[in-house]
């Protein structure tokens, strides 16, 4: 990561006091928290909590370093906790996994990673390891488990002195770290398809649920007491000669059925617990039944105990109406179709056994036949009536593991919002950056090494360091000669094309997540497109400065909007932002040899002049928070980077997308309402009203017309609460509109971080 969204916070100013406030909760839920397993979680983050302010004690760890771990370079994968913090104990570390172990007993050495490192480099070692290599079929779940298919791989190329030097690099961590891949039954996954979940994520989820509580309740109370309590009231009327209960003498014969039914129900609540009325003294059953076991006892009914048993017969009848009859008949009868319906749990786990039977690691081409209805068969091995649907909140869970091309499965709502997309995108930017390799086994192995990179979690970095980057492992760096840009520049511009413009098309008034950021960077630079895309900056750990990329982000902004509504609304000088970025760039060049610069001063005074401040140091968040987003505007946060460098064109059209972010705006207005903390929902407003002022300005003067009045009509059919609070904005829209200025009159220029009060309150 290039920018300074990984700093250290403020919070922590004696270095330990974010870490020793994290354990203090994990402690606390692992002592009070009512779920086992949520305790047993909680303790195990309290070790790990512990380690890391015993090794921040000791000089084991140095936190905001690239390099956290003492003794470990900065390639190593490192455990990293919330908040960036390291722990002592890289990722590759630990005890031998099972695959490891079987590897070890199958190559008749012993089992520590020592030895089957040594293993691995004679002649048996490196027929498997090309094997695998041929196969395709292994797993890298970190990146250091690709190191060896790496030096096998050249040691097939005759690049000995390559692979000797690597076996330098890795050697002195190889007692130590996991450098073997991971065999698998399954081929490479098909680069064009994508998954959320693997199926044995889904089948693990559906098999996990449990039968609702409160709709097994009602099912017992109509399978089983119900029908109970018709049989009681049968007995009791009985006894009912021309007037009410107990007109009629019990005989021997009743009570002797009667100790029957107090015998079944004894029986019935042992094993039927989930019901409780029946426990109930007042409850009409309760009332029967406490009056049957005196009769049965041979008791004579108190006055008040037979004026409760009377009220109780003659109170369920006139509900109800007699058993027997057509009204009862026709209410239990209704009863039992509900409670003959089959339970979410039961066709969860139905579900569960389908999904069983495929392979666990990968996504499902077809989800249709997973969540089609019960079939013949399947109904009579479990129960279930024939022809069942599958009601949709199992769907759901199973078509997460639908694997599909990415715009597919966000047509298909699979992929809800472009922080998911951001999960799914590695997987194609391994795909085609893996395309730079001729050989298909180097190929293969590049894009597993890509994808188990991703999963490294970004560590809390001081001074605008960048994580570590993919270039800087040594393995990538041995096989570095046998990458042909040009074969991989095509296909990442593609697919950087693609992505951009679903993120835009599919998500509009959503600020990109950071992570599909950094992957469109990466695409960007494999693309070779010159495409300066900045991430998001947390406003409680900015450190006043911004990487030169911002400034170069702004000038691809200003030579596409100078002149623009866009630019009069926020009043922009584009023209000066495109000097100072030609101007800031010839003097970086010129301070550092011809070496990018760490950071771009001019651009942060910048901003910090435009958010009115006087310098963009110092520290208090919304006035940090004032100063990114003055950067945001001015670079329009990666919009103007997507048009003007990638080139994308999304289908929809820039009207379209106008009013659909404009929608978003109202939907997120209508938050604030009552909300307790609506700072932060104002801020996503404005980032959507900002998004939608892009879009406009790139329609011409006549589009522009329409959608303002669309937008005006569409307020106005808001709740007015939402309309109230968007007239300001809309009125300065519409003044900038007409030559004139946002913030003038009745008009106000929406913005989303404030110091003082927020006009929108």
């Known amino acids: 990561m290039d920018n300074n969204a990984e700093q250290q916070p403020p919070f922590a100013s004696d270095g330990a006091a974010y870490p020793r406030n994290r354990r203090a909760q994990a402690f606390l839920t692992a002592l009070t928290h009512h779920d086992a397993d949520t305790r047993r979680r909680a303790a195990a983050r309290v070790e790990r909590w512990r380690a890391v302010i015993d090794g921040m004690a000791d000089g084991r760890l140095a936190i905001g370093s690239r390099t956290p771990v003492a003794g470990l370079p900065a390639w190593v994968t490192p ?29 008749g050495v012993p089992a520590d990673r020592s030895a089957l490192f040594a293993h691995c480099l004679t002649e048996r070692g490196l027929d498997r390891l090309w094997a695998l290599l041929d196969s395709g079929r292994y797993e890298v779940a970190l990146p250091e488990e690709a190191a060896l298919l790496t030096v096998a791989w050249l040691v097939r190329a005759g690049d000995v002195t390559a692979a000797a030097g690597l076996v330098r690099v890795l050697e002195p961590f190889a007692g130590r770290l996991r450098f073997t891949p991971r065999p698998s039954a399954l081929p490479p996954p098909d680069p064009r398809a994508v998954h959320r979940c693997t199926v044995g994520d889904a089948g693990g989820t559906l098999a996990r649920r449990r039968p609702h509580a409160a709709v097994e309740t009602q099912r017992e109370a109509l ?80 006055p008040r105990r037979l004026g409760l048993l009377r009220h109780a017969v003659e109170s369920m009848v006139r509900r109800r ?34 999904l069983s039977l495929l392979p666990q690691d990968i996504g499902a081409a077809d989800t249709a036949r997973l969540v089609a209805a019960v079939t013949e068969h399947e109904a009579d091995e479990t129960g279930l009536p024939a022809g069942t649907a599958v009601p949709p909140a199992i769907r759901r869970v199973v078509e997460a593991a639908s694997s599909a091309p990415v715009g597919t499965l966000v ?77 991989g520049r095509e296909p990442a511009h593609i697919v950087l094309r693609e992505l951009g413009e679903l ?44 990487t030169p990329k911002f400034l170069a982000a702004a000038r691809v902004a200003a030579e596409l909007l100078g002149g623009t509504l866009y630019e009069r609304y926020y009043a922009v000088d584009y023209a000066a932002v495109r000097n100072l970025a030609i101007t800031e760039t010839g003097r970086a060049m010129t301070r550092t040899g011809g070496q990018p610069a760490a950071g771009s001063r001019a651009f942060a005074e910048l901003c910090a002049f435009r958010a009115g401040r006087a310098s963009a140091e110092g520290w208090s968040v919304a006035a940090n928070g004032m100063v990114i987003e003055q950067a945001q505007i001015l670079t329009t946060h990666n919009l103007a980077t997507l048009v003007g460098r990638v080139g994308i064109t999304p289908r929809p059209g820039w009207d379209d997308l106008a009013r659909r972010c404009f929608t978003s705006v109202c939907r997120t207005t209508a938050r604030i309402h009552n909300n307790p903390r609506p700072l932060p929902t104002i801020k996503d407003a404005a980032y959507a009203w900002r998004q939608m002022l892009f879009h406009l300005s790139l329609c011409p003067p006549a589009v522009q017309e329409r959608v303002i009045a669309d937008l005006d009509e569409e307020a106005a059919r808001q709740p007015g609460h939402v309309a109230a609070r968007l007239a300001p904005a809309l009125t300065g829209l519409r003044q900038v509109a007409a030559g004139g200025s946002a913030d003038s009159g009745t008009g106000r220029r929406f913005l989303g971080w404030t110091t003082t009060g927020h006009w929108m309150r």
């Open 503 to 546: 993120a835009v098309q599919a998500f509009p008034g959503t600020l990109l997540p950071n992570p599909l950021v950094r992957e469109l960077s990466v695409l960007a630079r494999q693309a070779e497109s010159g495409a300066p895309f900045v991430e998001e900056l947390a406003a409680d750990i900015f450190e006043g400065t911004f």
């Open 411 to 487: 047509e298909r709502g699979v992929v809800p919002s472009a922080e998911v997309l951001a999960e799914l995108v590695p997987q194609l930017v391994a795909a085609a950056g893996a395309q730079a390799y001729p050989d298909p086994a180097l190929r293969t192995l590049a894009a597993a090494n890509y994808r188990a990179f991703r999963n490294r979690r970004s560590l809390l970095l001081h001074h605008l360091a960048h994580q570590v980057r993919i270039e800087e492992l040594p393995w990538v760096q041995a096989v570095a000669g046998y990458r042909v840009a040009e074969e």
């Open 321 to 354: 109406g007699l058993p027997g009859s057509e009204r009862h008949t026709r209410l239990r009868t209704r009863q039992a179709v509900q409670a003959a319906l089959p339970s979410h749990h039961a066709l969860a786990q139905l579900v569960a056994r389908r």
């Open 79 to 107: 455990k990293v906790l919330r908040g960036g913090f390291a722990t002592p104990d890289p990722s590759a570390e630990g005890p031998l996994l099972p695959y490891e172990r079987e590897a070890a007993r199958s190559a």
């Open 223 to 302: 399978t089983v007491w119900q029908p109970f309590g018709d049989e009681l009231l049968t007995h009791w009327l009985e006894t009912a000669g021309t007037g009410s209960v107990l007109d009629h003498v019990p005989d021997g014969t009743w009570r002797e059925r009667g100790a029957d039914l107090l015998r079944r129900y004894r029986d019935l609540a042992a094993v039927h617990t989930r019901c409780t009325k029946h426990r109930d003294p007042t409850e009409n059953l309760g009332i029967l039944l406490g009056a049957l076991e005196e009769t049965v006892a041979g008791r004579p009914l108190a």
